[in-house]
């Protein structure tokens, strides 16, 4: 069931949403004991991007109490999408659209982590990248683009020659010295990779295509992934495992979930 301000969402309150495509959102893996890793960022990334969107607050207890109630009963673990929008939005006048409203859903949720990724570069840059927002038509198109050539998903790099994210996840690579890079570019700040940078050494450096191809190896990140192995970009292979990205793994794994 999904739900809108804690109740059973109709076709019209959703239609708003699917014909404008103007909102926001978080999603966050319930572990099998009920936890969130990551749950007091994801609270602050609602916030912040509300008052991007809407130019409006956000009660986060509020979403905590709606997504409490739409995992009673639900098998876990799984993974809770958080979708704010305003159910009045409409093209001609966006900016009327004020009194944002909190549409949960649910997923089941699979392993960590999923087997490695093979990625196809791709000149795209993302509207507004530090909001994570529900325009996905051009991400979802350039995944599309990959995987019809072969692959399992787009990395983005920049009209510069820089290398940014990746279809719905960071990216970052493991240096020939053994150190993490993310990348310095227009990106969504993902809450894993914040966790990530919390808990292991890094750097934040420009990364040209070419230079990423030359790395000693290279990961995604989410919260529905964790830390994910790419086996190659473009035609320059990767090691499947890698040292550093095993640390990361059991890093990310160790890290202690929060209690909604």
């Not at 859903?105 to 509207?127: N, Q, T």
Request: aromatic fraction near 6%.
């Amino acid at each position: 069931m999904v739900t809108l301000d804690g109740n059973p969402a109709a076709v019209d309150d959703l239609l708003p949403l699917s014909l404008t495509n103007v909102g926001h959102f978080t999603s966050m893996r319930v572990d099998a004991d009920g936890s969130i890793r990551g749950l007091d960022l994801h609270m602050e990334r609602l916030a912040r991007d509300c008052k991007i969107v809407w130019g409006a607050d956000l009660n986060t207890d509020r979403v905590r109490a709606y997504v409490r109630q739409a995992l009673e009963a639900r098998a876990l673990p799984c993974t809770v999408r958080i979708t704010v929008y305003d159910p009045a939005i409409d093209l001609g006048h966006p900016a009327r659209a004020h009194e944002p409203h909190v549409l949960v859903s649910v997923r089941g949720a699979g392993a960590l982590p999923p087997p490695p990724l093979r990625a196809k570069s791709l000149v795209y840059e993302r509207d507004l990248p530090e909001v994570k927002h529900c325009g996905l038509f051009g991400s979802l198109h350039a995944r599309a683009t990959a995987q019809r050539a072969g692959f399992d998903d787009a990395l983005f790099v920049g009209r510069e020659g820089l290398v940014s994210e990746g279809g719905t996840w960071n990216v970052a690579f493991v240096d020939q010295e053994g150190t993490v890079v993310w990348p310095n570019a227009p990106v969504l700040p993902g809450v894993t990779m914040a966790l990530l940078q919390q808990h292991a050494d890094h750097r934040v450096a420009t990364v040209t295509l070419e230079q990423a191809k030359g790395m000693a190896a290279a990961f995604a990140t989410n919260t529905s992934i964790g830390v994910r192995p790419l086996t190659a970009i473009d035609d320059a292979p990767f090691p499947a495992t890698h040292p550093v990205v095993q640390q990361l793994q059991a890093t990310y794994l160790s890290i202690p979930g929060e209690s909604l």
